[in-house]
């Protein structure tokens, strides 16, 4: 931990340098921001374009902005969320059309400069947690449907929390020198949006415009340096994002089942697929958002995510017979785990439990949890469980942070292992039990 702060001062005192020259250089590249600038465009959205709407919409969906913008549901896109990341609490911003607390009075440039080069209205720079260095990508035509979308949304009046990140973090300047190494800004585009999927290659090309772009996938499962930035080169490798493993996206068939393209347009779609754990922690808001994208969409996501796929993994598929792992493992601790677990989740995930019927729930065996190199989800799933929500199909798991000593849930996560993977056993203690609870998380 010490070593890893004394490595980020380090290339932070050479940022620094380089940000004071980016800075420099920018206000002679791009003239520093006056409100007069604009003077002449105000705010005219084409509220009354239902098509346009829909547009906004389904790109918001895919967006998930309303996941990052909203803290209080009865007031979607005002903002006010905290986002934990690595250098501090960033909250997010009002995008509702309040003329004093949002956007109500930014033109359309002024939202379009913010979405490609991270520069608010009065010319402040935003920090990459809004995902602008995605957004960057999309069309004009499709930023410009986001705007009349969010335009049409109630104004709320709300300001967000002062942001409390650590020095030097907290010097917004600074993000001038991460924009210079790590934004690849999109070319601006004024055409058409791109062609509708017809054909297989429209469909690849259309997917990976959306998942690079206004669905940001790779934001969390691509690896990040020291400074948060994408490795560009380790692209959909995963990360670790709020407590949680964001899994490869790269290894989806060396999965227990090889993901097909229904499974997973169902499961970005729905939260769920055949022959795969339900979407839960951070994925789960993603799911709920992507149920308002089109279907056309969602295929063509599909498609691309198959494209990126490396060749499957046998040795990760086959029982390496090497189940003497359990050996290694400590048999108190799995005898432990499996009484736990036949009072605590048997009632739900033993084999023809009586509420298997309830959703599709498949055997822990086929989800990546169980099977990964990492038990933090497995972990984090007995912690947090899957919060209910009235507006999707059944997918509960209760949370058993409470109900459980440190010890017991590692001796249930040893259970599971031993169980329901051929994968080495894990080597867990209460110590790691302990460090996950702490860990800011996203249920
Ligand atoms: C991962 C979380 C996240 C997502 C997803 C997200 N945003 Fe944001 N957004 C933020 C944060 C955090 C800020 C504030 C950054 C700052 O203050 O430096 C922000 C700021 C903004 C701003 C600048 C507002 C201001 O007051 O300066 C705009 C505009 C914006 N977001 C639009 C969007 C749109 C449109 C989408 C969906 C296409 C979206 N955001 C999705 C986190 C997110
Ligand atoms: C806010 C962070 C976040 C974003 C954005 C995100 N994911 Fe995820 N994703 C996760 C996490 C965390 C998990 C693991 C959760 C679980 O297994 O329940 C996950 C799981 C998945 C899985 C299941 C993998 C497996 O092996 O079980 C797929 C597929 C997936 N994501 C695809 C996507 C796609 C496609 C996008 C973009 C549309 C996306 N994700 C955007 C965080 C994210
Ligand atoms: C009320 C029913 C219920 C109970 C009780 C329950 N679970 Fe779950 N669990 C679910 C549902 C629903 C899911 C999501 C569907 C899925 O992924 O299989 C899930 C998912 C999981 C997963 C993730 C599977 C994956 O790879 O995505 C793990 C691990 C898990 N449960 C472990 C446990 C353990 C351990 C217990 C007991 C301490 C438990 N569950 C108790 C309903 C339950």
Redesign the pocket.
Known sequence: MKKRSIRLAASLCALSCAAFFAATLGSLVHPPFTSTANAAETPTPLLTDTALLQHGAN??AI???V???TANRSAPFAGDRP?DTPFGT??????TPDRKTG?GDWTLSD?TR??RRGV??DGHL??P???YPH?THMTDTDIAA?YVY?MSRDAVQSTAPA?RLTFPFSVRPLIAAWNLFFLHPGVEVNGEAPAEPATHDAQLIRGKYLIDG?A?CA?CHTPTNLLGAEKRGDAFDGNVIEGWEAPALTTLLSAPEPWTHDQLAAYLRTGFADQHGAAAGPMRAVTQSLTNASDADIDAMATYLLSLQKPAETSRRESSKATQQTAQANMNNIGNGATLFSAACASCHATNAPMTTLGSRPSLALGTAVNAHDPRNALRMILDGIPTDRSTRAAFMPGFADTFTNAQIADLAAYLRSTFSSQPAWTLDEADVERLRKESHEP
């Open positions: 790109l918001a967006g998930d902005c996941v990052c913008h986002l960033i909250y997010s911003t009002n995008i956007i939202f913010s979405m608010a209205r935003l920090y947690a809004f995902p957004f986001l969010l942001n206004p940001h934001a």
